[in-house]
């Protein structure tokens, strides 16, 4: 099992804090001749029918969802932690401080990404579609037990280190501002994993193991329900390129549009974090059956 402490914690979130002018002040731009999302997250080139040109829009459109979705978990994210770190604010007082950082760097990030979507509706001149409104998610996912929401924070923080250290670290090809935002995102998101590893084990230690069934089995209703989400977020992604590049897919098109970018999204939201061995592995300290449960799913979303 991996072990996280809270002092180990505290100690490192406090190397990597950075401030938001430092990563998208008012003189940075991106390069829209270049890629934003690696291609393992993007999945243009399947798209045959899009010339060179074409794809390249649609990252753009894919690289604004991209960051507008992390703004939508932290949505929830942050009052989720805010309300854990509540009942206990005396008890540890690393673990007190380490939580409160925690849900300052969330509402950084959601600061961060609403800076980005402003900047690029500016420089992109058009604005692209989005599912939501956030709020209206976030009460969605919150409504269900806390164990579940802690499972489904893990495995986005999980999710974003799989994404910066296997596709954005290594690909020198990507807009550089664009790849600063996704490693700064990292570098703390790095903290949350372990932090919120602490909060399943603790929610879990207060539960019973039929409570753990009923747990994991409310993380799997909140994917079906963002996967819904998904689906509505190919559409609406489909409707923005085809109002910037001045033409409609006709229907062969269209339908294998929507077929690879729904793949797309659900690998990148949910498949990449369901998947990771140290979300998995928590879910195994839970019960190899939990672990298995998920397992089972996983293909669905890769």
Known sequence: MTTFTWPEILTASEKVNWRIDDILADNHRFDFEREFLPESLARTRELEF??????LCLNHI??????YMFGVCEEFILPFVVDHARPDLGSDDHRTRALLGFAEEEAKHIHLFKRFQRRFRDDFGHACDV???P???????LAHDPLSVALLTLQIEWMTQRHYLDS????GALDERFSSMLRHHWMEEAQHAKMDTLIVRQLAAERTAAQHVDAVEGYLKIGQFVDEGLAQQARF????LQRVIGRRLDAKATERFLTVQHQALR????GSGMTHPKFLGTLGALGANLRARVESTAPAFC
């Open 168 to 171: 954005v670290q290594t690909d």
């Open 62 to 67: 894919r690289a604004h969802g991209y960051l």
């Open 50 to 55: 899009l010339d060179q040109k074409e794809r």
């Open 267 to 270: 690998w990148t939201y949910i």
């Open 131 to 133: 599912i939501g409104p």
């Open 135 to 141: 709020s209206a998610i976030a009460s969605a996912v």
């Open 237 to 240: 992604d489909l409707d923005t």
